[in-house]
């Protein structure tokens, strides 16, 4: 099992409460667009982690075993109505700028090299390093940017391939991106109609 560096918390089970409940009272899982919890997606691409690595998707890896160089590389793994799963290869210095998921919740699992995550916090822009066997998921409403890290060992080598595995439940239809105005706050640039993982590939 490859590790998770993001904690999903459980909040203990209330007592009973009248029927006159407040909506803050209610459960939240009930009002996502999916069935699926981000504990659901992270095993989702853990599990396709292991079958990358395990080489059950070779037939769908670039022939001859050259990763692209100049661009990010996408393949999707599997989809069905709940989620999507992709395994994407990052190319030094190409971020995905920074975006949401729209209606999507996403999880990752790290394979090989690592990741930068700048991730918008409410304040300001925080950035953390995913390394291979990390994981992390996206509630709705996660705006961050992605790009492969630049200060690991490998970071700058091509030859040497940052691979990750997403899952996107419901798949994607749409991202919107995002821009920091006055330091202080996000501004929605635009909004695309997609399937693609991750932003424009």
Known sequence: MLSASSVETRVPAQPAKPASRDISDRVIAAALPTRLRPADLLRLTDEGAVDVLNGHYDHLLPSGGQWPTGNRW???????????????????????????HAGSLGALTVLSGALSEYRWTGAELRRRTLS????????????????????????????????????????????????????????????KLTDMPEGDL
């Open 74 to 100: 996408a393949v999707r793994l599997s989809s069905d109505d709940d989620v999507d799963v992709w395994l994407i290869s990052w190319v030094p210095d190409q971020s995905t700028e920074l975006h949401d």
């Open 132 to 191: 291979a066997g990390d994981q992390a998921s996206f509630p709705i409403g996660w705006v961050h940017d992605v790009m492969r890290a630049p200060d690991v060992p490998g970071g700058s080598d091509v030859s040497e391939p940052t691979l990750s595995v997403h899952a996107y439940s419901p798949p994607l239809t749409a991202m919107s991106y995002y821009e920091v105005a006055d330091g202080q706050r996000l501004r929605r640039t635009r909004t």
